[in-house]
């Protein structure tokens, strides 16, 4: 096989990570040869496929499941997403302004969500308290049927919704567009990644050998089975979390619809999204069970399942931890019934009635075709389960590994990445343009700018 020349940076998955750091090394670094490797036909076809996740900008404003202190980083995060959208043109294309709430339900809940409403309102000024007399006209199938009193916080024309392949595919052709020399291997699946004495990477595909001065590995799950093959990560284990979603089958709601995270859970409350894949239609979920795949929707390659499950003792105390609190078990357990056939919408009809109290089972579907997987870390030195996005960084290589909020966090990470590759090979990160490009609203509304207005723009 050829030896092909020596590059930059060699990206391996051509997800919204991937895309990402492509987009910010062309732009923003000195990079002259980036080559990115995807092994499917096209960027965005597993966890970052709009199909997949649940479109959400987590913000932070509506998400019960974070702290305050959560809250501040994902927000920091979130707003990159967002100034990218805004500043590149990039509105009702990628991403979308809708409304959003965080709805309690009954006494306590409500009086939680006021405190809530409090702490968070000091983060995000634009959050505003919508009563019952409110949501009636706003939202009224949440009221309709309703005996227990409800409160929503709420927020009107935010950035709340995004399909992550199309900011994906946006993200490539920003790259392309540069004058760097950007190589998109599409149908090239990395099979192995060797490290040479002189301190640069040998990168082989399924047809073809490459070098590379600095390696990041953004594939979903693979990452860390990449990690281990080269020796680092060991103490880590991949639980593999299905998430799977339900549809209505009329439009019942405008705004997205977060609901009260119980704490003892270790997986975000389900919710209701208006979906862009099926005309805004309502999509409840994601549920949250143990699937022993890798990729929801592909052949299992029960090698790999096998490596990154990494089961010792340590990983089976974690287990076990899990199984042990009465309320992880049975919500465990109503996770696995939500996907069977016949029982699947007579269980997961409860939790959608929260947010729509008349829904019955005939107004539902399983969302067939929808659906991801988490790759959720288990640390084996903590005997933890880990939530959020993991990093593992070697002396010019990184290996990301990104369950929810991954997506959100994209931009970040990259820009985090990019750095680190900077200051591994000696060039510049150019911190002024990202921050004024990135980090700020440049303009408020841009409809679809020619490429060349786009140019003038940020010059
Ligand atoms: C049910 C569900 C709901 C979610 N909802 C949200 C949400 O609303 N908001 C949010 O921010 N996040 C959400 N997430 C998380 C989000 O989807 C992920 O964090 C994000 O998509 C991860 O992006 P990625 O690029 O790391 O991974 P992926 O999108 O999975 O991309 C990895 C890529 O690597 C490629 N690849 C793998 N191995 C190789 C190889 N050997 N060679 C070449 N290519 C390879 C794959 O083909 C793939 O394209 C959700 C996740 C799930 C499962």
Same mark, same amino acid.
């Given at each position: 096989?050829?030896?092909?020349?020596?590059?930059?940076?060699?990206?391996?998955?051509?997800?919204?990570?991937?895309?990402?750091?492509?987009?910010?090394?062309?732009?923003?670094?000195?990079?002259?040869?980036?080559?990115?490797?995807? $092994?499917?036909?096209?960027?965005?076809?597993?966890?970052? !496929? #709009? $199909?997949?996740?649940?479109?959400?900008?987590?913000?932070?404003?509506?998400?019960?499941?974070?702290?305050?202190?959560?809250?501040?980083?994902?927000?920091?995060?979130?707003?990159?997403?967002?100034?990218?959208?805004? @500043?590149?043109?990039?509105?009702?294309?990628?991403?979308?302004?809708?409304?959003?709430?965080?709805?309690?339900?009954?006494?306590?809940?409500?009086?939680?969500?006021?405190?809530?409403?409090?702490?968070?309102?000091?983060?995000?000024?634009?959050?505003?308290?919508?009563?019952?007399?409110?949501?009636?006209?706003?939202?009224?199938?949440?009221?309709?049927?309703?005996?227990?009193? &409800?409160?929503?916080?709420?927020?009107?024309?935010?950035?709340?919704?995004?399909?992550?392949?199309?900011?994906?595919?946006?993200?490539?052709?920003?790259?392309?567009?540069?004058?760097?020399?950007?190589?998109?291997?599409?149908?090239?699946?990395?099979?192995?990644?060797?490290?040479?004495?002189?301190?640069?990477?040998?990168?082989?595909?399924?047809?073809?050998?490459?070098?590379?001065?600095?390696?990041?590995?953004?594939?979903?799950?693979?990452?860390?089975?990449?990690?281990?093959?080269?020796?680092?990560? $060991?103490?880590?284990?991949?639980? #593999?979390?299905?998430?799977?979603?339900?549809?209505?089958?009329?439009?019942?709601?405008?705004?997205?619809?977060?609901?009260?995270? !119980?704490?003892?859970?270790?997986?975000?409350?389900?919710?209701?999204?208006?979906?862009?894949?099926?005309?805004?239609?309502?999509?409840?979920?994601?549920?949250?069970?143990?699937?022993?795949?890798?990729?929801?929707?592909?052949?299992?390659?029960?090698?790999?399942?096998?490596?990154?499950?990494?089961?010792?003792?340590?990983?089976?105390?974690?287990?076990? @931890?899990?199984?042990?609190?009465?309320?992880?078990?049975?919500?465990?357990? =109503?996770?696995?019934?939500?996907?069977?056939?016949?029982?699947?919408?007579?269980?997961?009809?409860?939790?959608?009635?929260?947010?729509?109290?008349?829904?019955?089972?005939?107004?539902?579907?399983?969302?067939?075709?929808?659906?991801?997987?988490?790759?959720? &870390?288990?640390?084996? @030195?903590?005997?933890?389960?880990?939530?959020?996005?993991?990093?593992?960084?070697?002396?010019?290589?990184?290996?990301?590994?990104?369950?929810?909020?991954?997506?959100?966090?994209?931009?970040?990470?990259?820009?985090?990445?990019?750095?680190?590759?900077?200051?591994?090979?000696?060039?510049?990160? @150019?911190?002024?343009?990202?921050?004024?490009?990135?980090?700020?609203? =440049?303009?408020?509304?841009?409809?679809?700018?020619?490429?060349?207005?786009?140019?003038?723009?940020?010059?």
């Amino acid at each position: 096989m050829p030896i092909n020349k020596l590059f930059d940076t060699a990206i391996v998955g051509g997800g919204v990570a991937g895309t990402s750091l492509l987009f910010t090394l062309a732009r923003y670094t000195d990079l002259n040869n980036i080559i990115l490797f995807e $092994k499917y036909d096209e960027v965005s076809q597993l966890n970052s !496929n #709009p $199909k997949s996740n649940s479109q959400t900008l987590h913000v932070g404003d509506i998400e019960s499941n974070y702290t305050y202190e959560k809250a501040q980083k994902v927000k920091k995060a979130s707003l990159m997403v967002s100034h990218y959208i805004q @500043n590149f043109g990039e509105v009702d294309r990628v991403g979308f302004k809708r409304d959003k709430m965080l709805l309690a339900v009954g006494e306590r809940e409500v009086e939680e969500l006021k405190m809530r409403f409090v702490e968070f309102k000091t983060l995000y000024p634009y959050l505003e308290l919508w009563d019952e007399a409110f949501l009636a006209t706003f939202e009224p199938k949440l009221l309709e049927g309703r005996e227990e009193p &409800i409160l929503a916080m709420g927020a009107r024309g935010q950035i709340t919704t995004v399909d992550y392949k199309k900011l994906s595919e946006s993200f490539v052709q920003q790259a392309l567009d540069t004058d760097k020399n950007i190589q998109m291997r599409y149908n090239e699946e990395v099979t192995k990644i060797e490290r040479e004495e002189d301190g640069t990477f040998t990168i082989t595909s399924d047809t073809t050998v490459f070098q590379a001065k600095t390696v990041v590995v953004n594939a979903g799950a693979y990452s860390l089975l990449f990690a281990q093959s080269m020796g680092y990560g $060991k103490e880590y284990a991949v639980l #593999p979390i299905g998430g799977s979603f339900f549809f209505t089958k009329e439009k019942y709601l405008n705004s997205k619809v977060y609901t009260m995270q !119980n704490p003892k859970l270790p997986f975000a409350a389900i919710h209701a999204d208006p979906d862009m894949t099926q005309g805004w239609n309502t999509r409840f979920g994601p549920t949250a069970f143990a699937l022993f795949k890798l990729e929801r929707y592909h052949a299992l390659h029960l090698q790999d399942l096998i490596a990154a499950l990494n089961i010792d003792k340590d990983v089976t105390q974690v287990y076990m @931890n899990l199984f042990k609190d009465s309320t992880i078990r049975r919500y465990i357990l =109503k996770n696995v019934l939500e996907e069977m056939p016949l029982v699947g919408k007579e269980v997961f009809i409860k939790d959608a009635r929260k947010v729509i109290p008349s829904l019955n089972v005939k107004d539902i579907t399983f969302a067939t075709g929808y659906g991801g997987m988490r790759p959720q &870390i288990i640390d084996k @030195n903590k005997k933890e389960l880990l939530l959020g996005e993991a990093k593992i960084e070697e002396d010019g290589l990184v290996f990301n590994m990104t369950p929810s909020p991954g997506a959100t966090s994209s931009l970040s990470i990259a820009m985090q990445d990019a750095e680190g590759i900077c200051e591994h090979l000696g060039t510049k990160f @150019n911190r002024l343009k990202h921050e004024n490009e990135i980090q700020s609203l =440049k303009v408020s509304s841009v409809k679809e700018p020619s490429l060349e207005v786009k140019k003038r723009a940020f010059g």
